[in-house]
Each structure stands twice: as structure tokens, then as C-alpha cells.
């Protein structure tokens, strides 16, 4: 990726970024934002209203009607390159062939999911996430079981804390925060509670998540550190934050 093309992504995130928290923003303050041209900062609302990431309003900008697919890749997009190095990582230095492998439903394991498929590792891949269960259905040499519950439109994932007599050498785990004196926590009581029958079914819990992750605190608590003992996140990672975490007896792999 050329630095003017890794530039636009940057933008383009922090756009989604702010209108996730705004209704409408105005070209001034994206261009005051970023210290570039009124020009680029049209460039950046047309590229970003061509995959109906937003809606362009006299003056500006506004958030796009609020549909699941728009709020899935609009989530995705958020942190892309950070979740890209995290799914190389854990593909390449903890996933090993012929084992089974919860991914939990969440972007970074989407990114997991995508890269799986890239390689083709013979592995059992079991998710609750139809869009992770879509790309790994594709493939040739994973096979896939898919759990089922109450579905959930906004995060295209199904939750259960009954998942049954099911059992995986691996859960990779997505997270709203994770935090040394917290724990792990998500944004839903469902969740939580799915989440933790994944952590009871597996030999092994890696949670993931991307340095803005580190010390944030989402509202429902998952578990604290006493069973999820690792977690993978970039190398963009505050290193006052990571010992901290090391500090807890928490072993942080740092994705390059």
C-alpha cells in the first residue's frame, strides 16, 4: 500500500470514527482536523459515499441510515490495519493445523476468518458469527460448524449460553475492552454469557484486540484475567499499558 493510499485509510476511518459520534460534521472541521485540502477531504466523502458509509449534506457530512450491514463494515473499517496485523499473527504463530477453533463473532475475528481462508489450514473452525461462518464456508479444507441461538441483526451473530457437549483446543475471542483491574468486557449481557460457555468448552482462551481496546472498559464484564491469560493486539500498544497487563500475569503477544 503506497503512504498517499495508507494516508486516505487513516481519514477515512477517523471520518466513520466521528460520525459514529455525530449526526453531521462539516468539511471546515475535517480539513482543520486533518491540516489538508478542501479537495481531499471531498475525495475522502465520495469514496466513503460510494460504499454507503455516509450521506453528503450541503456543507458536509452525515452519519448513513443505520442498517446492519452499514454498521458491521463501518465497525470493520475502524482500526483495519491494526485487525489485519492481529488475524496475520494469529494464523501464523498460534493456529495449528488439525485442532478446533471457537472464533467468536467480532471484526479482528472476521479478519481471522479471511485470513484462514487465504491459507487454507486444514483446522475445525466452530463460530456463532454468520459472516465468519460465510468466508470459512468457502473454503475447501476447514470444516465448519456453525452454533445457533437468538440472532442478533446488528452484529450478524447468534447468541446461546447453552452451546452444548462441544469441545475446542482453541477460543479466539473478540472484546470491547480489556482492562488489568476490570477484566474482559462486551457491550451485551448475551454476549458475556455466550462467551464464557466458549471459554468453558476450550483448552486454550487468547482474547483479541486492537491497542485502542487495552484499559477500556466496556459495560458487561466477561471474566476477569484468572482464565483468559493471553491476549494478541499491535504493536501500536502503549508500552505502559502492556506491562500493566504483564504485571497481572497476562501474556500480550504484540502483532507487527
Known amino acids: ?43 475522502d466523502f465520495t469514496a466513503l459515499e460510494k460504499k454507503g458509509m455516509l450521506i453528503r449534506v450541503h456543507g458536509g457530512v452525515k452519519n448513513a441510515i443505520s442498517t446492519p450491514a452499514i454498521t458491521m463494515e463501518k465497525r470493520r473499517v475502524s482500526y483495519l490495519d491494526r ?9 501464523e504463530n498460534i493456529i495449528k493445523e488439525r485442532t478446533a477453533v471457537i472464533l467468536d463473532a467480532g471484526t479482528t475475528t472476521f479478519e481471522v476468518a479471511m485470513q484462514l481462508a487465504k491459507e487454507e ?12 461462518a460465510t468466508v470459512i464456508a468457502s473454503t475447501s479444507n476447514i470444516e465448519l460448524l456453525l452454533f445457533g441461538g437468538d440472532y442478533d441483526k446488528r452484529r450478524y451473530a447468534c447468541y446461546n449460553d447453552h452451546i452444548g457437549n462441544v ?20 457491550a451485551s449481557k448475551i454476549e458475556a454469557s455466550t462467551k464464557l460457555s466458549f471459554i468453558s468448552r476450550a483448552s486454550r482462551t ?49 502483532a507487527d
Open 1 to 43: 500500500m503506497g503512504r498517499d493510499s495508507k494516508k486516505a485509510n487513516e481519514r477515512h476511518e477517523e471520518i466513520l470514527r466521528v460520525l459514529n459520534h455525530r449526526e453531521m460534521v462539516t468539511i471546515t472541521e475535517f480539513r482543520e482536523m486533518f491540516q489538508c485540502s478542501e479537495a481531499t477531504i471531498r475525495n
Open 83 to 91: 485487525k489485519e496485523k492481529i488475524a496475520r499473527y494469529v494464523v
Open 121 to 132: 489450514i486444514p483446522i475445525t473452525v466452530l463460530t456463532n458469527s454468520l459472516p465468519i
Open 167 to 186: 469441545r475446542a483446543d482453541l477460543f479466539l475471542m473478540g472484546i470491547n475492552g480489556i482492562n488489568p483491574d476490570v477484566g474482559i468486557t462486551i
Open 206 to 254: 487468547i482474547a483479541l484486540g486492537d491497542s485502542s481496546k487495552l484499559g477500556n472498559n466496556g459495560l458487561w464484564v466477561v471474566d476477569g484475567l484468572e482464565k483468559v491469560k493471553e491476549v494478541v493486539t499491535d504493536c501500536e500498544a502503549d508500552k505502559g499499558k502492556v506491562e500493566l497487563f504483564r504485571e497481572k500475569g497476562v501474556y500480550v503477544h504484540l
